[in-house]
């Protein structure tokens, strides 16, 4: 199985290559207390159902087949699948799709995307968005799949509504139903009210499982087995991947050992992480990362009620196009920093640079050898350029992106989430700071129950012209 295994390098985060800017084994030795509380409370919180996350590349097997079923009923007659959810509902799907499939998935003729539709995310409420895609989609042969854990998120709620009505206008309500699947909480929530109600089909997202881990459950499932992905392979990646999580020893743990050196490298004032692959078909992972690594860790108040104001703040980049643009930043800027390269050892394609300009030396020297090996030295320049600059970073390669890889690689950040939190005493699994926000809008759409935050509101300091130019 080695050789199927996600590698964690942390080489460049240790002094003996970046000096007095690196960690010691003394500095990992030093928390072996500590580790091992966090390693207990990540066992005790799985067992007593507050990590049920954990538990999913072991209990979908239903869902799965069940997700199988209805895309086998499904398929033949849809050509878009179009996904409307936010954050954690809509991240995941976004990452997995790109990873696995051609990068230019939705160009492809069905017959080369193997008889599955087209997916479409739309994460945003930006009014060009819906309108634009009504322009490319018919109606008729698109599904519409309503995702959101809390049931009542306003801009995903806000897209079914336009889209329930339009799809009613084009072909009547009795007809509409079979264009929309929802996937939901199952009871709490507007969602599955209405779903049950108006009879959606509806697949069911397990109960203690949060918005941004939720991936692995029919959030994630559903758009990529839409799509053509084996979700039994995404599952038995991440499983394999919890099986070396669960290991005590954390120098043979690697979700564990990401966390402890992030949280190392805060203490070290390193408060950004950036997470920068190399492969196109990785770019979104970066994204995915964002969410998980920021809400998560994000906190203002530990689990004690202490003020904090904890977090690392995440970066996305992308190798090697922001060599052109970040690194400049990342090698001669400020020390902190920690980032993250992610490698593929084995990519689906092998392109040649044609042996063409022989007498110009300086191009020259490129004929012969492939785009591959260029991708891969240039990483290893830059991780090479960083540890000179003595910039904490570190690598994690994959020997190939395939949905056993990619099913590890999730399940690694989530429990390196997970255990970077309980390093840093605070609640991981909640996001109250997302919350004002909220409030503020609800209050200012005059939602029923908010008059008090809209008095609040109301209260605020004017902007003042002065500071407007
Ligand atoms: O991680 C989270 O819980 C959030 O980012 C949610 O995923 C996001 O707010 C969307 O929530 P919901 O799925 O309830 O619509």
């Known amino acids: 199985m080695k050789n199927k295994s996600i590698c964690l390098d942390f080489n460049h985060m240790m002094s003996e290559f970046i000096q007095e800017q690196g960690l010691t084994e003394k500095d990992i030795e030093s928390l072996s207390d500590k580790v091992q509380q966090a390693n207990q409370a990540m066992v005790m919180k799985r067992k007593n159902g507050y990590m049920d996350w954990r538990d999913l590349p072991y209990n979908q097997n239903e869902t799965v087949e069940e997700i199988v079923n209805y895309i086998e009923e499904v398929k033949d007659k849809i050509d878009a699948f179009v996904v409307l959810g936010i954050g954690g509902s809509a991240l995941g799907p976004i990452a997995v799709q790109q990873a696995i499939n051609h990068p230019y998935y939705n160009e492809l003729s069905k017959e ?36 959101t854990k809390s049931g009542s998120t306003s801009e995903t709620m806000s897209q079914f509504m336009i889209v329930k009505q339009i799809l009613e206008e084009e072909m009547g309500a009795e007809e509409a139903k079979k264009h929309i699947v929802c996937t939901t909480d199952k009871e709490k929530g507007n969602l599955i009210k209405i779903a049950k109600e108006e009879g959606y089909q509806t697949f069911i ?70 997470m920068m692959p190399y492969a196109d078909s990785l770019k979104y992972i970066a994204d995915w990362y964002a969410q998980l690594w920021a809400e998560s860790l994000g906190k203002k108040y530990d689990l004690q009620g202490n003020k904090v104001y904890v977090g690392q703040t995440p970066v996305k980049a992308l190798g090697v196009t922001d060599q052109h643009s970040q690194v ?94 309980e390093l840093m005493n605070i609640n991981a699994f909640d996001q109250p700071g997302v919350e004002e926000g909220k409030n503020a809008t609800y209050a200012m759409f005059g939602r029923p129950g908010y008059e008090k935050k809209k008095a609040e509101l109301d209260a605020r300091p004017k902007k003042q012209e002065k500071y407007m130019i």
């Open 328 to 421: 400049q930043l990342y090698a001669e800027g400020p020390f902190d920093k920690v980032i993250v390269f992610i490698g593929v050892d084995q990519y689906r394609d092998t392109v040649t640079i044609p042996t063409l300009y022989k007498e110009i030396p300086s191009l020259g020297f490129l004929g012969g050898n492939t785009q591959n090996q260029l991708i891969q030295t240039e990483q290893m320049a830059t991780e090479y350029a960083l540890m000179k600059a003595k910039k904490m970073n570190m690598t994690i390669t994959l020997p190939k992106v395939d949905e056993f890889t990619i099913g590890q690689l999730l399940y690694f950040f989530e429990v390196a989430t997970g255990f970077t939190g």
């Open 112 to 147: 080369k995307r193997n008889g599955y539709p087209k997916l479409y995310v739309i994460d945003n409420i930006d009014p060009e968005r819906l309108p634009g895609l009504f322009d490319i989609i018919d109606l008729k042969t698109t599904l519409f799949n309503v995702i």
């Open 205 to 274: 997202i397990p109960d203690g499982v949060g918005g941004r881990f939720s991936e692995l459950t029919p959030v994630g499932l559903l758009p990529a087995a839409m799509c053509g992905i084996d979700i039994k392979e995404l599952l038995a990646g991440a499983a394999y991947m919890d099986e070396r999580c669960k290991e005590d020893n954390i120098l043979k743990n690697p979700g564990h050992m990401y966390g402890l050196l992030q949280y190392l490298a805060m203490k070290k004032g390193k408060n950004i992480s950036v």
